[in-house]
Structures are given as C-alpha cells and as structure tokens.
C-alpha cells in the first residue's frame, strides 16, 4: 500500500513558476513509477510527466514539454514536478500517481495509487 500527498500548487501569474512535490509512504518506493495528472474544470484527467523507478526514463505531454520537468528523490520518497513559464491552460488539480511496474505508461487507469491532489491556478 502506498499513500501519496501533494503539495506545492497555489496562485500564479502566467509566466511564473512553482513546483509540486509528492510525498510517497512506504519502504518500497524505488519500485514504482511515478506520474503527474490534471484535470481542469469539465475536461478529462490528462497525464502530464511521467518518470521510470529508477528515474532514468522520463516523458511528457506535447503541452508541457519543454517547461516542466519531473524528477525523483529516492532518499526523500518524493517526486516533484518543477513547472516554468506557466500559462492560464495550465490551471487544474494536479495528481501524483504511482504505478508497481517497470512498464512506462501514460494511461492513468493502469496507476495503482493516487494522491488527492493540488489546486495549480495561473492568472493571465
């Protein structure tokens, strides 16, 4: 079992930054793979980054790309989620998502846990 707690989102201005961090419990945090989702206001969840078990292999969405970064800290049991020149589409509950397989997958119905998540609002 694995407990997930966001942290980080608050009010910005577009082309301000902020990072998200995502506290994972548990011993075992080295053998899931991680990812970031969000979901806006009527849309679908949408996967943003995802990052490998052993952090070596990440990916993004198209959006995204280019302006966030995830990462991992082993020794913390946290992944992050630095986001730069962020933009008013970017506005969403932003989701930490954990996944017990070695198999990289952007689909959010294969992920396992997930974290209540964090409000991210970028005013224009």
């Known amino acids: 079992q694995v407990q997930l707690v966001e942290s980080g989102g608050g009010l910005v201005q577009a082309g301000g930054s902020l990072r998200l961090s995502c506290a994972a419990s548990?011993?075992?945090?080295?053998?899931?793979?991680m990812a970031w989702f969000r979901q806006a206001p009527g849309k679908e969840r949408e996967f943003v980054a995802r990052?490998?078990?052993?952090?070596?292999?990440?990916a993004y969405a198209d959006s995204v790309t280019g302006r966030f970064t995830i990462a991992r800290a082993a020794a913390k049991n946290t992944v992050y989620l630095q986001m730069n020149t962020l933009k008013p589409e970017d506005t969403a509950v932003y989701y930490c998502?954990?996944?017990?397989?070695?198999?990289?997958?952007?689909?959010?119905?294969?992920?396992?846990?997930w974290g209540q998540g964090t409000q991210v609002t970028v005013s224009s």
């Open positions: 548990g011993r075992t945090f080295s053998t899931y793979a």
């Open positions: 998502a954990a996944r017990l397989s070695a198999v990289p997958t952007v689909a959010a119905r294969l992920y396992d846990y």
């Open positions: 990052i490998s078990q052993s952090g070596g292999n990440t």
